[in-house]
Structures are given as C-alpha cells and as structure tokens.
C-alpha cells in the first residue's frame, strides 16, 4: 500500500490565530487532570472524607451517565459552536474541583461529581471540534499531534507534581491539590478563549454543501454509511490503545510472570516518546503529503505488528532478560503506531464531518472509544482466562480489519478528509477523480454527492 505521494505545501501548516494560547491551556488542564487521574479513588477518599467503596461507586454511575451525555454536548456544539461550549465545560470542571473538598456528604459527592463527570466525558468531542472550527487543511493535523503529546506531558508532569506535594506534606495536601485543579482549568479556560475561530468565508463552501438537508441532527449521521463504517473501523483500533493500560499488566503477571517494574517501565517509555518525539513524527507523516487514511492504516498495522509481537513472546517465553528487551521494543513499535495513527485518524473524523453537524458526528465517532474502553476489561480477562496469547491474537485481527476498512473507505470520503491537502489535478481528469478522490458516482455508499463535490 503505497502511503506517501510527495511533500504537502507550507500554506496548510500556517499558524491558527490563538495557536499558542490553545496549546498552553491544553497543557495547563492535562496538568491538572494528571494531579487526580492516577490517584482517583485515593485523591477523591481523602479530599471527601468517604470511604473507598462509595467513590468508587459514585465515580463508575456518574462516569456512565456522562457518556450519555456525549450525544447533548454534539448537538450543544453545533447549536452554540465549539470555543462556547468548551469554555463552558473549563468552567464547570473548574468549579467541580474547587466544590470537592466541601462535599463530604454522599449527596454533595455524587451531585458535584456527576456535574464534572459530564463535562469530563464530554470533553473530548468537544476539543476535537475545536480544532475542526479554528484550523483547516494540515494545521488540523499539527494541532492533533500537538495536543497528543502536551497531553501525555502535562499529565505526567501533573502525577510526578502530586508524587513530590505528597511525599512532603502527606495526604492532606490533596485538598490543596483540588484547588489547584480548579485554578488550572480556570487558566486554561481563560487561554484558550484567545483562539479565534477560522472566518465564516471559508467555511462557506462546506455550509453550502448541506444547506439542503432536509434534517440535520443525528439521522444525518446514521445516514452517512462511510462516516459510520470509519467510526467501526476506530473502534477496532481503540481497542489496541486499551490494551497498553488493561491488558499488558495482567499478561505480564499472570502469562509471563514477569516483574511488575516492567509494567512501569513500559508505561515510562510509552509516555516519554509520546510527549518527546509525537510531533516529530506526526510532522514527518504530514510533510511527506500522506493521505490521512492511509497514514492512519499504517498506525493499525504497527499496532498489529506490536501485538503479534507479543504472541510470539507469549509462546516463546525467554528468560528474563530476553523477555525486558524484547517488551521494550514491543513497546517502541506500539508507541510509533499510536503516533502515527492519532494525530491522522483524529484530523481524518474532523475533516469528513459536515461543519453544520460536526459536533453529532464528532460525538458519534468518539463513542467509538468510550465503547472500547468500556469493553477491553471484561474482552481481555475473559480471553486471557483461556490462553495468555489468545487477547493478543484478536487485538492483531482488529488492528489488520482496521486498516483494510480505512483504505477501502478512502474513495468514498470527502477529499478534503483524506487529505490535508487537496491533491494535484492530473492532466486530462477532472479535479474530483484526481489522484483517487472521491467523486459523486463513487457516493453511492451513502455520502452526500454534494459534499464531496465540495470537497474535492
């Protein structure tokens, strides 16, 4: 599969007005969620007073009904655009936090938490129409890999700032770490109100193109046969990013019987390469003019490359210091097929949403991984009750259907979503059959004609 066709233009990679302000206020809030994800259930018993089994029932109800609530905020972001409704969720989150430590009762607990699981969940559709409203074209691209690895460094910035404040002053500082939550969010709110939206004249085209709708809300999703057949295919692929967390600890122990350190270790390495070299590498697959399906695909199939590794180990099982080095390149490659694919598969859901309804198809395709994350633990302790390898074996055949899906849905996408640049006309066809485009004859799979009319 031929994945690179010449260096995209510098025009797409121009600065988005407010870049620097978002970026910071990205990093800023991944700060703070790193401050209290780690230590979740310890962070919320001490800052409460309650005990460890009411959080963690509070914590598990609210968080389900918080993705309920993705499908509300999709239809907020469209009504009132994403930069309001992602300042309104800074601002709730900011407010949860510094209500916590004064909800020491179970009601005032599950009220605030059930306030700031709704804003939680519903986050990330939220700045991933963000990045849809205020870049176009490769910027869309840079700004998913630049937000991947702040993220992954704040948060690991956040849990090693925790680590030290507690090491100091013990489990009372928790409270104060609340209210530095609350103070990060605050600031990030604040930061990222500086970003400016791109001008209503270049998304006139995009607004044309379903102005004729007759509905715009969520049929007009499940109408879109190739938008849906992409939120199948992430699915298969977000399985493969639960697997780092849920499973690689449980095979480690049980399969391998490997130290839990290695755990560690693998965690470290993940986190330091997705924060150090993520954009190094997400830019390297821009500049190279990669369509963004098949860039994506080619994270699938590093993913796949990852986990078949991982069952030739299972069956090998070397000693322990064959085992070390052989999970750490296993963990160098499954690192590279998330840096390949995130920032690629992200700007790819962006890019083939119609501007009117991106927040319903934002919210629709990001349930695709709430689905996943909800299903890896009980998927892989089952499978693994019965063969150590037998997870790894089904993780690999989802990441290879995953890449098959998003290289046979390539024709049947906008152009403007496969590629971060328009591709070259090619002499004697017209400009939507250039290079492969989509065009409307090939839409019979359910994407509007004249969306990819536009967008080719």
Not at 102 to 119: K, Q, R, W
Not at 436 to 444: K, L, R, S, W
Request: charged share 10%; net charge positive; aromatic share 8%.
């Amino acid at each position: 599969m031929a994945v690179f066709r010449g260096r995209a233009s510098k025009a797409g990679e121009a600065k988005v007005a407010g870049e620097r302000s978002l970026l910071l206020g990205i990093a800023i809030s991944a700060i703070g969620i790193g401050m209290y994800v780690p230590f979740s259930l310890v962070f919320f018993h001490h800052v409460t007073g309650l005990s460890f089994t009411l959080v963690g029932l509070v914590l598990t109800v609210t968080g389900v009904a918080g993705l309920a609530f993705m499908p509300l905020a999709g239809t907020a972001v469209d009504r009132f655009g994403a930069k309001r409704v992602n300042l309104v969720l800074y601002g709730i989150r900011a407010l949860g936090f510094a209500l916590y430590p004064f909800a020491s009762f179970p009601a005032a607990f599950a009220a605030v938490a059930l306030v700031t699981a709704l804003a939680d969940r519903s986050f990330s559709v939220v700045q991933q129409s963000l990045i849809g409203e205020v870049a176009r074209g490769a910027a869309r691209d840079r700004l998913q890999a630049s937000t991947r690895a702040l993220q992954n460094a704040g948060m690991g910035a956040g849990a090693l700032l925790v680590s030290g404040v507690l090491a100091l002053w013990g489990t009372g500082a928790f409270t104060h770490t609340a209210w530095a939550n609350s103070l990060a969010f605050a600031l990030a709110g604040l930061l990222v109100g500086r970003v400016r939206p791109v001008p209503a004249a270049a998304t006139a085209a995009a607004a044309a193109a379903t102005a004729g709708l007759p509905d715009a809300g969520y049929r007009t999703v499940l109408r879109d046969r190739p938008f849906l057949g992409l939120t199948a295919a992430n699915f298969l692929t977000a399985l493969g990013y639960s697997a780092l967390s849920v499973l690689f600890p449980l095979y480690l122990s049980t399969w391998l019987a490997a130290p839990a350190s290695l755990t560690g270790a693998a965690f470290t390495l993940n986190t330091a390469l997705c924060a150090g070299i993520g954009v190094l590498v997400a830019g390297r697959v821009r500049r190279s003019g990669a369509r963004r399906t098949r860039s994506a695909a080619l994270g699938a199939l590093l993913f796949a490359a990852a986990f078949a590794g991982q069952i030739v180990l299972g069956t090998l099982r070397p000693g322990q210091a064959v085992t070390l080095a052989a999970l750490l390149v296993i963990v160098v490659v499954y690192t590279l097929g998330e840096l390949v694919h995130s920032p690629s598969g992200g700007a790819l859901s962006v890019s083939a949403a119609p501007e009117p309804v991106r927040g319903r198809y934002l919210a629709t395709y990001q349930l695709s991984y709430s689905l996943a994350t909800a299903l890896a633990p009980s998927l892989f302790t089952a499978l693994l009750a019965v063969d150590g390898r037998l997870p790894w074996a089904v993780l690999t055949a989802a990441a290879l259907g995953a890449a098959l899906a998003l290289v046979r849905l390539e024709r049947h996408l906008p152009a403007e979503a496969v590629y971060a640049e328009p591709p070259a006309p090619v002499a004697g066809a017209t400009p939507a059959a250039a290079d492969g485009a989509p065009t409307p004859a090939e839409d019979d799979a359910g994407r509007r004609p004249a969306t990819a009319t536009a967008a080719a």
